[in-house]
């Protein structure tokens, strides 16, 4: 642990990921269920831990993008309901039912794929048809003269044996986006979603789950939170949105001073020598470079956060290395601890500046940074990817 904490590590706040949790929860009241996005390992904070918090706060549901990233869950005592949004293979059903896990829908074909497996292991698989309305990826096609067929398609599906059909759900392109324009375009997709249900509902099709909202609809479409919401970046405290509705960031990213050296004026700094001192630098060495996240578009322009306030980093950043200005931190000594980004300096404003978005940042945190999980102020666990 000590060695990990000399160099480079995220803190995972669990505290603040639950408060987000009933923050939101507040929002939405009690009679809409709560989805937890946890794909992608929980946005690179970490599935296990970030889905035992929820499950054992009551979340309704959890939603993953592969069989992969459920089998992972389940090995780990989460026994709360499961979504699969992304594709998987029919062969993988039979395991699917076995672990009790829900599947999206997203095509005629793959329903009847699904449908025989399910038959062919004398199981029901429980399911989630997907609806395209206008994001233009997964989904069937309703929209304009694909309507009258689309809602076909769903019905036959829904009727396949070995198939349960326990819920519905589209998914918005512009929701996080307050503009006139994006609001008339979320508008239209709910519009035909709820179309669709009534089309489906007028045949005897209807669904005990009816889901839509992702964090934008959570934050500015209150008519569309339906029977569930499906927030990700909201639980995890980023993006504009989080800082609207008080939420709290739940990963930093953390660094120590390795190494301080002071050079002359009319030195260049890394790779490319980008950076040319211009008087008398104290420039210290940062234990972290593109290779744990570091992106390393934000070379020579962003600022880390120390004891002392803000330093900015100096030329290129490298694989496994930077160097900041620690002139103008004169507290700041070897084994001082950095802050790249967190609670003091924000991953929202580290986006921007690499020209990405804040769900990025979280994600290509990569396996050698630790992860460690506080609870309570206290140190719950720590999760190393690299074998000790
Ligand atoms: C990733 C994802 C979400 C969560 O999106 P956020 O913008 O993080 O809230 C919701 N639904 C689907 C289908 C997704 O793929």
Request: proline share 4%; charged share 20%.
């Amino acid at each position: 642990m000590e060695t990990d904490l000399r160099r480079t590590w995220t803190e995972i706040n669990l505290d603040h990921l639950l408060y987000n949790y009933h923050a939101l929860r507040e929002r939405i009241g009690k009679t809409v269920k709560f989805l937890g996005v946890v794909k992608a390992d929980a946005y690179g904070h970490g599935a296990v831990q970030v889905a035992k918090t929820l499950q054992d706060a009551g979340a309704d549901y959890l939603a993953v993008s592969s069989l992969d990233e459920a089998r992972e869950l389940r090995n780990h005592d989460i026994i709360m309901p499961i979504l699969i949004l992304g594709h998987t293979p029919p062969e993988q059903v039979g395991e699917l039912i076995r672990m009790n896990i829900t599947q999206a829908v997203s095509a005629e074909a793959k329903a009847e794929e699904y449908s025989a497996e399910a038959v062919k292991c004398q199981g029901t698989l429980n399911i989630h048809i997907k609806v395209d309305t206008g994001m233009s990826r997964l989904g069937f096609l309703c929209d304009g003269a694909h309507f009258e067929g689309g809602v076909a398609r769903i019905a036959h599906s829904c009727a396949l044996p070995g198939l349960h059909a326990e819920g519905i759900f589209t998914h918005f392109a512009v929701s996080d986006e307050p503009g006139e324009e994006e609001n008339a375009y979320t508008k239209e997709q709910f519009a035909l979603f709820c179309h669709v249900i009534d089309a489906l509902k007028e045949q005897g099709c209807t669904f005990p789950i009816r889901h839509c909202a992702n964090s934008g609809a959570v934050a500015y479409h209150p008519e569309m939170w339906l029977d569930m919401v499906r927030p990700g970046i909201l639980l995890y405290g980023l993006s504009q949105m989080a800082d609207v509705l008080g939420l709290k960031p739940v990963m930093s990213l953390k660094t120590n001073v390795s190494t301080i050296k002071t050079y002359e004026a009319g030195t260049t700094i890394s790779y490319g020598r980008l950076f040319k001192t211009e008087e008398r630098t104290r420039v210290g060495v940062l234990p972290i470079g593109y290779a744990d996240g570091f992106f390393r578009s934000l070379s020579n322009i962003y600022q880390v956060m120390t004891e002392d306030g803000k330093a900015p980093i100096l030329g290129r950043i490298c694989m496994d290395m930077c160097m900041v200005d620690l002139t103008s931190c004169p507290n700041v000594a070897v084994g001082s601890e950095v802050e790249i980004f967190g609670m003091k300096n924000s991953a929202n404003v580290m986006a921007q500046m690499a020209q990405t978005i804040p769900y990025e940042i979280t994600c290509a945190v990569s396996k050698r940074v630790p992860r460690v999980y506080y609870r309570n102020g206290k140190i719950l666990e720590r999760k190393l990817w690299i074998d000790d």
